[in-house]
């Protein structure tokens, strides 16, 4: 298999998260790691969706580092080229990139429980490693639409994080199927572009208007000359999406009055009583991503544009067709489908101390794991934005970097002990769970009456956090060392490799 390569920390993953987990590894002097990515280039998710009108529905402030604000954002809400461009450059700036090997796939890794390793292989060779640290990501496998006939039809299909711009839909029939966050941002860019856009609707989702402005060059240069008013700036943004958090996870009629906004929203924008009947929802606002914009019913109010409520049975060479019998002919489709978020597809190759895959552990009951970033049997195994870590009111980046604090601690606490192995007692990630299982009965995600990707096949919503921001950052602070067993290095780990 080659030579090895001997590193303390291997990081997967080069967006948001693996950057992060870089720089902030380099700020602490754990300068000796290793950033594989599969693809060419770092921005994780901000890289591969590159749709027409991919834009962060977060406000740019927030989505951002707290340690590399940035004045110069054009928008309130930063569409995906500025983000992406971000990213290069913080990259580039915390002088980092010497340490990412890109076009690195990882194929596998197993805790090795002799030498008190992880060995990974991956597509450019073998690293040996102290610690691996996943930033793979969370919405990062397209889930395709599993339809009749989809795999037969003659024209192109492609998933939104994987758009083809070598498709040119301009005089074509174009169907989006998916009414999610990714669809509504299509969906108005494809709208009078095409010759015909069809929408297939499975569920009304809850749409607000967009509070969104160009900044202005005043602003722009305010925020530069003037740090602190950027940050004040950011901090009121962070607490008042943080009053957000009551009505996701305490009392769910608190969104009643923004429903009744929505419903504005809908007769303001949508002329047709029918259409306006079938775009209103039929679950209380939040059980799904609450989503933002101000030109997607006005696209579906087009001429030009049908929104189709009756379910997809099947596609034929040319048309896609409906439950009614509907046969609608079609050149392009594209599927807003959305991504493996309860089955994160790293999990298949992560292999733990007692020779089974994450996802094995994971297959009976979920995924579960220690404060959402250690998971019992996986020593030294950390994940960034790892079960229960999401969010429905506001930036993963908060999350990132609270997750990213409590890595360093762990780090840090080990060297000053000199333990080269911790691990999540089986009990201590039992109590989390349950604990955090019986804050979600009351959520809005499980009480709001719809199906949606934050809950598991169980039914388990195993994938967002039910608490403040505030409370996951306290959380995270400190690496609590007695929720953990320890163990020092054994005689045969070579020291420093
Ligand atoms: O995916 P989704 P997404 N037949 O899973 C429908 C983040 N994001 O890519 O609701 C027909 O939300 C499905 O219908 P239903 C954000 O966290 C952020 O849009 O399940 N329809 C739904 O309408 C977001 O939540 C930004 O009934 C089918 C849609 O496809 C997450 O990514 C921007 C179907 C999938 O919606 C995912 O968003 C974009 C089928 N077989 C995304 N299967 C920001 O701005 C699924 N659907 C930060």
């Not at 572009?193 to 009304?204: E, F, I, K, M, S």
Request: aromatic letters at 10%; a neutral charge; one cysteine or more.
């Amino acid at each position: 298999m080659g030579v090895e390569q001997h590193v303390d920390h291997l990081v997967v993953g080069a967006g948001f998260a693996g950057l992060c987990t870089a720089i902030k590894l380099d700020e602490a002097g754990e300068r000796d790691f290793l950033v594989v990515e599969r693809a060419h280039d770092v921005g994780g998710t901000w890289r591969d969706n590159t749709y027409p009108g991919a834009a962060c529905d977060v406000p740019s402030q927030l989505y951002s580092f707290s340690f590399a604000r940035n004045p110069d954002w054009t928008r309130s809400f930063s569409p995906q080229p500025e983000i992406h461009a971000y990213l290069q450059r913080v990259a580039r700036d915390a002088e980092v990139l010497d340490r990412f090997r890109f076009a690195t796939d990882v194929l596998d890794a197993r805790w090795d429980d002799d030498r008190q390793r992880w060995v990974t292989r991956t597509s450019t060779g073998t690293v040996v490693s102290r610690t691996l640290i996943s930033g793979a990501g969370a919405l990062v496998e397209p889930r395709l639409p599993d339809i009749d006939g989809i795999g037969s039809f003659q024209g192109e299909v492609f998933h939104s994080a994987r758009w083809d711009h070598d498709a040119d839909l301009t005089g074509k029939r174009v169907a989006v199927i998916g009414t999610g966050a990714s669809a509504i941002q299509i969906v108005p860019e494809l709208a009078g572009a095409t010759r015909h856009l069809d929408v297939y609707q499975r569920t009304a989702p809850w749409v607000l208007p967009r509070h969104e402005r160009a900044y202005s060059s005043v602003e722009r240069r305010l925020f530069r000359r003037f740090p602190l008013l950027q940050k004040l700036y950011r901090s009121g943004i962070y607490w008042g999406r943080e009053t957000w958090v009551a009505g996701f996870t305490v009392e769910p009629r608190l969104f009643a009055p923004v429903e009744r906004l929505a419903r504005r929203h809908i007769a303001r924008e949508i002329r047709d009583p029918e259409l306006r009947a079938r775009v209103t929802p039929d679950f209380r606002m939040g059980c799904k991503r609450i989503l933002q914009s101000n030109s997607y019913y006005p696209a579906l109010d087009r001429d030009d544009v049908d929104l189709v409520t009756d379910p997809i049975v099947k596609v034929t060479g040319d048309a896609v067709v409906t439950a009614d019998g509907t046969e609608r002919p079609v050149d392009v489709i594209v599927v807003a489908t959305g991504f493996h978020t309860t089955d994160p597809p790293i999990a298949r190759h992560v292999t733990g101390r007692d020779g089974r895959t994450l996802a094995d552990t994971w297959a009976g009951s979920g995924m579960a794991a220690y404060r959402g970033t250690t998971v019992h049997g996986f020593p030294n195994y950390f994940s960034i934005v790892g079960p229960n870590t999401g969010l429905g009111h506001s930036s993963m980046v908060f999350v990132i970097e609270s997750q990213v604090a409590y890595i360093r601690d762990a780090l840090r606490t080990m060297r000053a002990h000199g333990w080269a192995e911790v691990e999540p007692r089986a009990e201590a990630q039992r109590a989390w769970n349950a604990a955090l299982q019986r804050r979600m009965g009351r959520t809005v995600w499980q009480t709001g009456g719809c199906a949606s990707w934050y809950l598991d096949e169980h039914g388990r919503s195993t994938t967002l956090w039910p608490r403040t921001t505030v409370t996951m950052r306290r959380r995270l602070s400190r690496f609590d060392a007695g929720a953990y067993e320890v163990a020092p290095a054994r005689e045969v780990a070579r020291v420093g490799g």
